[in-house]
């Protein structure tokens, strides 16, 4: 047994389970070995953490210099971010624990951007190639490139999910149509007509959205569910904490949930469904297709603005596996833009039709959650009251329109 091949174990191991619990008795067993051997190797898991993050930086970097370079120098903006887009679509395509690996550290903020760029200029990576080539023809903002990232992570996740990465290798004719979709959703969004969009009274729809906003208190057992998430994450939290917060005994809340996944799951599709009745009470405020879809996005991000707790339950979920069983099933999401004709996508099948609902929901955590990842709910509360209405707006046109909406 070599230090790379505890390394690749460590992938694989920790990616099936998500990185919830990164233990190393679970890597003995995957290598069929005993504790004390891998401590031979690696005498404290920092140490392992260390050599898995340069694993991940030696490949990422090797993988995408060559296409960096040569995005870098073409001169034709849009030919280079699609070789870029697509490069960094194909290696994770490729690699689902290093998708895997990648967001679980980026989201948990144990890699900065700072230490990021760091590690790839020691490889002779340009990490911000993309910046740079994207800023030839395009209005470039920090949330644009945050909102390309999150949809090449979205669509390259449902695609691993799809293909089952976890057990057989994704054929090359699937990479190479995930890549060229991936492009096309980031060059041009949903295909709406620019100027429709461009015209749209963004100040008079925010208002109309703010002037329903509803004023109804969430139920005090479901907030104090909501929070205790918040704190803890879903996987720690317990019936007890959950108790403690009512001021009641845990054996009272078996009167209102069988146990705690019953409880979970109650959290979340009693939300989902607040979250839709208010987004619908929006879309309904208007017949245009265009304006139907900003008052939609806008009403959610409006309410989890207004509910902290949820947005940070929620984005734990988004970056995570959260198995609550198989209970009633319902497509919250699609009922929300049931009413609404994408114009872009007329020949567009149901299932990939379905991924674009989640992926505009998948978007607005993104946004809200992006200027912070705290279990600190009063803090959650104060940031998130910053993200300017102005954010919405960027990603509504990035939605409709991809890179297209912000040419110079």
């Not at 460590?10 to 679970?26: D, E, I, P």
């Not at 004709?341 to 989640?358: A, C, M, Q, W």
Request: net charge positive; proline share 3%; glycine share 4%.
């Amino acid at each position: 047994m070599t230090k790379t091949e505890i390394v690749e174990a460590a992938f694989r191991v920790w990616g099936r389970n998500f990185y919830q619990k990164t233990s190393l008795s679970q890597l003995a067993e995957e290598l069929k070995v005993s504790k004390p051997a891998l401590y031979r190797h690696f005498e404290k898991k920092q140490a392992l953490n260390a050599a898995m993050n340069k694993r991940f930086f030696d490949d990422f970097s090797a993988f995408v210099r060559t296409d960096f370079e040569k995005a870098l120098q073409d001169p034709s903006a849009d030919e280079g971010i699609s070789t870029i887009v697509q490069c960094i679509a194909d290696f994770y395509a490729r690699n689902v624990y290093d998708l895997l690996f990648s967001l679980m550290n980026i989201y948990n903020r144990n890699l900065d951007s700072h230490a990021m760029s760091e590690h790839f200029n020691s490889r002779g990576t340009n990490i911000r190639a993309l910046e740079i080539v994207i800023e030839k023809k395009y209005d470039i903002k920090p949330v644009i490139l945050h909102l390309i990232f999150a949809t090449l992570t979205f669509y390259v996740s449902c695609f691993h999910k799809a293909n089952d990465s976890f057990s057989k290798t994704p054929a090359e004719e699937e990479i190479k149509k995930i890549k060229s979709f991936i492009y096309e959703i980031v060059r041009g969004g949903l295909g709406f007509n620019a100027e429709k969009i461009r015209g749209l009274d963004f100040v008079k729809l925010e208002n109309m959205v703010e002037g329903i906003m509803r004023t109804d208190k969430p139920e005090p057992l479901l907030k104090a569910i909501a929070e205790a998430v918040a704190e803890t994450g879903p996987w720690e939290t317990s019936m007890d904490m959950v108790a403690k917060r009512m001021g009641i005994s845990k054996s009272s809340l078996y009167g209102h949930f069988k146990n705690k996944k019953d409880m979970l799951y109650r959290l979340f599709s009693s939300e989902f469904e607040r979250i839709i009745d208010f987004a619908r009470q929006g879309i309904k405020m208007s017949s245009g297709t265009a304006e139907q879809l900003y008052l939609g996005i806008f009403s959610i991000a409006v309410y989890m603005r207004s509910r902290p707790e949820i947005l940070i339950a929620i984005d734990w979920i988004r970056t995570r596996k959260l198995d609550l069983g198989k209970p009633e099933k319902k497509d919250y999401i699609s009922k929300i833009f049931k009413d609404i004709k994408f114009e872009g996508l007329p020949n567009i099948d149901e299932k990939t039709n379905k991924h674009v609902f989640h992926w505009i929901i998948f978007l607005i955590t993104n946004i809200l959650t992006r200027p912070f990842m705290t279990t600190n709910v009063k803090k959650a509360q104060i940031t998130s009251d910053k993200v300017q209405n102005d954010d919405i707006r960027v990603l509504y046109k990035f939605i409709t329109l991809g890179l297209g909406g912000f040419t110079r």
